[in-house]
């Protein structure tokens, strides 16, 4: 069983379009990410949602609107694309304070 | 700010060849350092939760360290299968992971 599930794996779009990424976990935790990947494998944290409740916005461009309808799924819309978009998009989910972080395999978004 | 710098960027070793690496940071009040492999096309994978300085952790052929200012992910004998980025993150109690850029390992056989 997959623990952290996203959806597409890959997604190839024009600029301007929106599109949205999946994620669901499986591991009944309470808490979920969105990170985002460069192109020199930097990973930084875009948001966090606690059981559907927005903590972190890490200054992203509102054009990113992640939507969290229960606690074990955590989706991210992006509006009007652009290049500089193009990234890995990982999400991820932790229970409680100590452990460890769970990663989904990965959206690799290009914008073209 | 939370801050992780990992070095060295990339290494090179060939199999049964030990060495280490080394993940320093900058919080305010740690509540965690992790470290986590990353394979190609792949998400991070957990390794381990280091918690306190003087903590050591084991997992087959890497054994990881915490002092107050850096930590040390030791490969004893690698195997080309090693060869993956290792990442290492801080958690301060900010409910995220702050991570350094991580070190390309490469084990030729």
């Known amino acids: 069983d997959t623990a952290v599930s996203q959806t597409p794996k890959y997604l190839v779009t024009q600029m301007g379009n929106d599109k949205s990424i999946k994620c669901e976990q499986n591991?009944?935790?309470?808490?979920m990410y969105w990170y985002k990947q460069d192109s020199k494998k930097f990973l930084k944290i875009m948001f966090s949602?606690?059981?559907?409740?927005?903590?972190i916005n890490e200054t992203v461009p509102n054009r990113f609107s992640p939507k969290s309808p229960d606690k074990a799924h955590l989706n991210l819309h992006i509006n009007s694309l652009e290049l500089g978009d193009s990234a890995v998009y990982f999400c991820?989910?932790?229970?409680?304070?100590?452990?460890?972080?769970?990663f989904g395999s990965g959206t690799r978004l290009t914008v073209v | 700010e939370d801050q992780v710098t990992q070095s060295p960027e990339a290494l090179r070793l060939q199999e049964g060849e030990s060495s280490s690496l080394n993940c320093s940071y900058t919080?305010?009040?740690?509540?965690?350092l992790f470290w986590y492999r990353q394979d190609p096309g792949k998400g991070p994978e957990f390794l381990f939760t280091?918690?306190?300085a003087g903590e050591e952790k084991e997992k087959e052929r890497l054994k990881a360290t915490l002092t107050k200012k850096e930590s040390f992910l030791h490969i004893t004998a690698p195997k080309p299968e090693d060869s993956a980025t290792y990442l290492c993150?801080?958690?301060?109690?900010?409910?995220?992971?702050?991570f350094g850029k991580g070190t390309k390992l490469t084990v030729n056989p």
């Open positions: 280091l918690y306190s």
């Open positions: 919080v305010s009040g740690l509540r965690g």
């Open positions: 991820a989910s932790r229970y409680g304070l100590i452990l460890g972080y769970t």
């Open positions: 949602y606690n059981n559907k409740e927005l903590i």
């Open positions: 993150a801080v958690d301060s109690g900010s409910e995220k992971l702050v």
């Open positions: 591991l009944g935790h309470d808490t």
